[in-house]
């Protein structure tokens, strides 16, 4: 994923966050070692002009949620909720990594977004 500023080409993987690069201990990956996730919005988040992204499997889901807020330009005191499966809440400090190894299908991973709770 890259800042909201500099929105990559369709296809482009997200740069390395040398700050927050964890190895996951999950030895079953997509083919090149990343994951597809699928962002989709909820409620009254706006939609993102580009929903897939490839993302290190060793991101936290902190990251996710911070990339998110900043790509649809929210305010610091608001509030992002995301979801996997329309179900329930990932902890912040889950790897991407292994919710892709629990609850990824077709190839991808999809979260749903939301400035206020929809499911769970």
């Given at each position: 994923?890259?800042?909201?500023?500099?929105?990559?080409?369709?296809?482009?993987?997200?740069?390395?966050?040398?700050?927050?690069?964890?190895?996951?201990?999950?030895?079953?990956?997509?083919?090149?070692?990343?994951?597809?996730?699928?962002?989709?919005?909820?409620?009254d988040?706006?939609?993102?002009?580009?929903?897939?992204?490839?993302?290190?499997?060793?991101?936290?889901?902190?990251?996710?949620?911070?990339?998110?807020?900043?790509?649809?330009?929210?305010?610091?005191?608001?509030?992002?909720?995301?979801?996997?499966?329309?179900?329930?809440?990932?902890?912040?400090?889950?790897?991407?990594?292994?919710?892709?190894?629990?609850?990824?299908?077709?190839?991808?991973?999809v979260?749903?977004?939301?400035?206020?709770?929809?499911?769970?």
């Open positions: 994923m890259a800042d909201a500023a500099e929105e990559p080409a369709e296809g482009a993987t997200a740069p390395s966050d040398s700050n927050n690069t964890t190895p996951s201990a999950s030895p079953s990956r997509s083919k090149l070692g990343k994951v597809d996730v699928l962002l989709k919005a909820a409620g988040a706006p939609i993102m002009k580009k929903k897939k992204w490839v993302v290190d499997p060793g991101k936290r889901v902190g990251w996710i949620i911070d990339f998110i807020k900043r790509y649809i330009k929210c305010e610091p005191s608001e509030s992002l909720f995301l979801y996997v499966n329309q179900s329930f809440c990932p902890s912040p400090d889950t790897e991407v990594g292994v919710l892709y190894n629990c609850f990824g299908s077709d190839g991808k991973l979260l749903h977004y939301c400035k206020s709770q929809a499911w769970g």
